[in-house]
């Protein structure tokens, strides 16, 4: 049973970090692609980054080079470290996974986490 748990959310001021984890359970996360989206209140989910399973990784126009994904292949984990944020990066943040589709369209992954809210104050 395939199983994705965030953690990691919380308050920051503009301009701090944040680092996200997802713990995978019941697969193997580097043999999946893997994925971060975020959902505003009354918005459907959007791509933030994803990680193929070779490890090309991918990510929105509006975090590049703000934020960095990452996976811990020994601890089965998957990491979102988020830097110089945004108070537009206010949102739910939730982890992804899907053995065969890899795109920033949440109608492509199959699992899903929880969520963790992620809040940036101005």
């Known amino acids: 049973q395939v199983q994705l748990v965030e953690s990691g959310g919380g308050s920051v001021q503009a301009g701090g970090s944040l680092r996200l984890s997802c713990a995978g359970s019941?697969?193997?996360?580097?043999?999946?692609?893997m994925g971060w989206f975020r959902q505003y209140p009354g918005k459907e989910r959007e791509g933030v980054a994803i990680?193929?399973?070779?490890?090309?990784?991918d990510y929105a126009d509006s975090v590049q080079g703000r934020f960095a994904i990452s996976r811990d292949n020994a601890k089965n984990t998957l990491s979102l470290q988020m830097d110089s944020l945004k108070p537009e990066d206010t949102a739910t943040y939730y982890c992804?996974?899907?053995?065969?589709?890899?795109?920033?369209?949440?109608?492509?992954?199959?699992?899903w986490g929880q969520g963790t809210q992620v809040t940036v104050s101005s």
């Open positions: 990680i193929e399973r070779y490890g090309g990784t």
């Open positions: 992804a996974a899907d053995p065969y589709a890899c795109s920033h369209r949440s109608s492509d992954f199959r699992y």
């Open positions: 019941g697969f193997t996360v580097s043999r999946y692609c």
